[in-house]
């Protein structure tokens, strides 16, 4: 009996779970950059980050951007096992990300208005990247082979996201910018690629799967 019971139970469960998957793909509404309900937004979602005209090209690669940079200096990541880098200034898309994430610039400050409103201190990495994941650094079969324990990154298959809004590709193709290890390598800054409801993570924290996506530990 239960040996028959038990692989409907789990086929069951296995649906329950794709269904749950595919009512969470992601979108940016309701995410928390979805800033709508913001007084200071005029009801519009991209406005803080994004602008169709007359953006702000300071920063390389810039996506029309219109949020206020900072002009922090940050302490880096160091440690004698990093066999990347020597590790720069944030640049890049990441740099997008601590105009807002060092806490110093408001989370209301574009379009060449100064805000008042600041990003809440869970959320606050402020202007020491020292205790975070390094980032702005290039991830390449190199250094792969150097460190020992990463996968190849332009071979090693990923799968990002979920339900209806998935993707497969290597680390390189789907993780790097300009071969570069950046904040959008874990996370889907519009949360369309994510999996689970917390942090925009683009692979599963459960198991640490997101971790072990690269470091073949
Ligand atoms: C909280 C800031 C933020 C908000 C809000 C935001 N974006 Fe973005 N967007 C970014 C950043 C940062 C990038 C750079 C690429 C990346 O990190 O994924 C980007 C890249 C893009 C790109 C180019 C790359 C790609 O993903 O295709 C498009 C298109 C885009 N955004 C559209 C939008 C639209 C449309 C909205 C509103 C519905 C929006 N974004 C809201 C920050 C934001
Ligand atoms: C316009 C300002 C702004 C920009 C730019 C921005 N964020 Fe955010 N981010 C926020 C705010 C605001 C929150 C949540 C509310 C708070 O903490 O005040 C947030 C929350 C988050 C969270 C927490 C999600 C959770 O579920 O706990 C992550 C992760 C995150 N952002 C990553 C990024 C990354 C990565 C980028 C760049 C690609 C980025 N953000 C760019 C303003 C921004
Ligand atoms: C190597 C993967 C990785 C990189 C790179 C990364 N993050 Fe995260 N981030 C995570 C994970 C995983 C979490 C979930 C909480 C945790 O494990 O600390 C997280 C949590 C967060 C949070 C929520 C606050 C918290 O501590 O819970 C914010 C905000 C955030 N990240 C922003 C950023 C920004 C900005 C960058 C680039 C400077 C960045 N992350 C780079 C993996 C990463
Ligand atoms: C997109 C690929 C990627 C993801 C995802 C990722 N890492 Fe990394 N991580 C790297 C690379 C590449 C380095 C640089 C290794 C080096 O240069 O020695 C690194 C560096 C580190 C270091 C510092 C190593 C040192 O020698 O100082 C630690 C610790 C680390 N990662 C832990 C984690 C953890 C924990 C997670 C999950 C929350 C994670 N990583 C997710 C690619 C990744």
Avoid at 48 to 66: F, G, M, N, Y
Avoid at 167 to 185: P, R, V, Y
Wanted: with cysteine; aromatic share 6%; net charge neutral.
């Amino acid at each position: 009996m239960s040996s028959l019971r038990t692989p409907i139970r789990l086929s069951l469960g296995a649906l329950l779970l794709l269904a749950a998957q595919s009512l969470l793909a992601g979108t940016i509404t309701g995410s928390l950059h979805d800033f709508t309900s913001k007084n200071w937004s005029g009801g519009r979602i991209c406005i803080a980050c994004h602008v169709a005209h007359k953006s702000d090209t300071s920063v390389t690669d810039a996506p029309l951007w219109s949020h206020t940079n900072s002009t922090q200096t940050y302490t880096l990541y160091s440690s004698p096992t990093l066999n990347a880098g020597p590790l720069a200034q944030p640049s890049g898309l990441s740099k997008l990300c601590m105009s807002c994430h060092d806490g110093t610039v408001a989370v209301d400050s574009f379009g060449g208005m100064t805000g008042t409103t600041q990003i809440s201190a869970v959320n606050n990495l402020g202007t020491s990247l020292a205790d975070d994941h390094p980032i702005g650094f290039i991830y390449n079969t190199a250094l792969a082979t150097a460190d020992g324990a990463l996968f190849d990154p332009s071979t090693k298959a990923v799968t990002i996201g979920s339900g209806s809004q998935t993707k497969s590709g290597t680390i390189a193709s789907l993780l790097l910018f300009n071969g570069k290890l950046e904040c959008s390598s874990c996370h889907d800054v519009h949360n369309t690629f994510t999996v689970g409801t917390s942090h925009l993570v683009k692979l599963p924290e459960a198991g640490s799967q997101i971790c072990l996506s690269c470091h073949n530990k």
